[in-house]
């Protein structure tokens, strides 16, 4: 019998100018991971099923294709254990636990997360128990996590896998996002059908392949779209034609999986920001390539009035060869030297962010550095009703809001306070509305500049002259202004101005002392 492989992604050794137009979208017997293979041959690309990401290895700029995973709580991302763990269970618990360092999460409509934890399945030996549960720094907003299979799915049942990986074969196309239809088959080779989903590729339809593994696989179960299945491997090496391939049961392992990742789990959204695909929300995506004779990219995004938020995100073929970069900008096309976000760097993934982005057509630019092949872009645009502090709900532009108390009261004037935290240190962030524009060549260094600290009780106000010295140190660098001084003559406080790619200016004041007249809220 061929040898089993596990479907993980190995990383590779680390003059036109063309306009696409979006489109508008809405117990068997055991073996090690490294005899068994698991992006998804005979898949089409997909900006869709948002809660399905990519497993990275590195940084946001230089970060590498290792595996897929699926986002099924706000902080919580599942994945295959033989993404993380070289051994088995038993040797992947507690101290011996594998690291979050280094490893982040992508999602096309919500950007990158570093990882805090990973638990693997103790009963983990591949093939059997091959999950994972990595916790996230900071909760998604924007996607609805996927809800879990409550029963394995029958043999014959139609679903849909999606994943990062490769298309099969001698391809290295590893990076573009792909979904595929499979239908479900009893499992053999020594794979059980109480642990495992399985199903045979023929041919027809679709398979995984390195680099899916840990990817999901949808079925509908009568009340919805659920996550079934984790990618976890196959028989061929080449995932082509005559292959069984199978992935790890949701429901067989549902109590663990529910264990690591808490009451989390049953949200259907991750705060006030609507989820991609909501009818609040407008999807947008181009597939393209690049190569000699296509060196870049040109692409527009219609922006309307009321937008609360916009992300641009681009992935792309991830062969060790290629290297694109991602340029941004309103009202006019962006050059290398000109715009108002950009995501370089060695890795084949970038993301740009705009809080309430100024309404208009925006342009977007992807550059050939090195290398050739294809990529994906997903433009993101988020509607509804502006954020409102104070409501319990964590919206666009609060950093809290419902995962922390909010502290400030909004005021007239456009100024959206985001963050309060009292004491020693004190910490005060708010965010300066600029949707006219008006404030687009400010510099706090020229003008008057007053801050008022208020919690209700004795505000605290910072009052900075024209030309003061506390500026001295300042050097605008990237649009970032910072005074350094003291208030009521003891207090030591530092005020940052920073104008955003948004042309929002995110002010933070924060001291080492603390402010006395201020006092937390119970």
């Known amino acids: 019998m061929p040898a089993r492989t596990s479907r993980l992604q190995l990383p590779f050794a680390a003059a036109a100018l063309f306009t696409v137009t979006f489109l508008l979208g809405p117990p068997g017997k055991s073996a090690s991971p490294e005899d068994f293979h698991a992006n998804i041959v005979n898949g089409r690309l997909t900006s869709g099923f948002p809660a399905a990401g990519a497993l990275l290895l590195g940084d946001e700029a230089t970060a590498v294709t290792w595996c897929s995973g699926v986002l099924i709580g706000c902080d919580t991302f599942l994945t295959a254990a033989h993404c993380v763990c070289d051994t088995n269970g038993a040797d992947c618990q507690g101290a011996r636990a594998p690291s979050p360092f280094g490893r982040l999460v992508y999602l096309q409509h919500a950007g990158f997360f570093r990882a805090t934890s990973i638990r693997v399945h103790p009963d983990y030996q591949f093939p059997r128990a091959d999950l994972a549960v990595i916790k996230l720094t900071t909760p998604v907003t924007g996607i609805a996590p996927a809800p879990l299979a409550l029963t394995p799915p029958t043999p014959g049942v139609t679903g849909t896998i999606v994943g990062f990986g490769r298309t099969g074969g001698g391809a290295t196309d590893v990076g573009l996002k792909r979904s595929g239809a499979i239908t479900t088959a009893p499992c053999t080779d020594g794979i059980s059908d109480d642990t495992a989903v399985c199903w045979n590729f023929t041919g027809t339809g679709s398979n995984s392949c390195n680099g899916d593994s840990g ?44 264990t690591q990742g808490g009451s989390g789990l049953r949200h ?25 004779d296509a060196p870049a990219g040109a692409h527009t995004v219609d922006v309307p009035p009321g937008t609360n938020e916009l992300r641009v995100a681009l992935n792309a073929i991830d062969d060790g060869l290629a290297n694109f970069d991602l340029y941004v900008k309103a009202g006019r096309p962006p050059t290398t030297d000109d715009y108002d976000c950009r995501a370089t760097g060695g890795g084949q993934y970038g993301y740009c962010q705009f809080l309430f982005p100024v309404p208009g057509t925006w342009h977007v630019l992807v ?53 309060l935290r009292l004491g020693r240190p004190f910490l005060a962030q708010a965010l300066l509305l600029n949707p006219s524009g008006a404030y687009d060549h400010l510099d706090p260094r020229a003008t008057d500049f007053s801050v008022t600290v208020d919690d209700g009780g004795a505000p605290v106000e910072i ?10 140190r300042s050097t605008a660098r990237d649009g970032a202004y910072r005074w350094t001084g003291r208030v009521a003559g003891a207090r030591g406080v530092i005020l940052k101005c920073r104008r955003m790619h948004s042309r929002h200016w995110r002010i933070t004041v924060k001291g080492a002392q603390g402010i006395d007249a201020l006092r937390r809220r119970r």
């Open 268 to 292: 259907t959204t991750c705060s006030g920001v609507p989820p991609a695909g909501d009818a609040r929300t407008t999807i947008l995506e181009a597939d393209a390539g690049l190569g000699d």
């Open 367 to 419: 550059v050939r550095v090195t290398g050739s092949g294809a990529y994906q872009l997903t433009a993101t645009v988020f509607g509804g009703d502006p954020p409102v502090c104070g409501n319990g709900v964590r919206e666009t532009g609060e950093d809290c809001d419902g995962a922390c108390a909010c502290g400030l009261p909004c005021t007239e004037g456009g100024l959206l306070p985001l963050r």
């Open 215 to 258: 990817g999901p696989l949808f079925v509908d179960s009568g009340f919805g779209t659920v996550v079934a299945g984790i990618a976890s491997g196959g028989r061929n090496a080449d995932c082509l034609a005559d292959d069984f391939t199978f992935d790890a049961s949701v429901a067989a392992y549902l109590p663990w999986i529910e």
């Open 463 to 472: 009052t900075i002259p024209a030309g003061d010295a506390g500026w001295a």
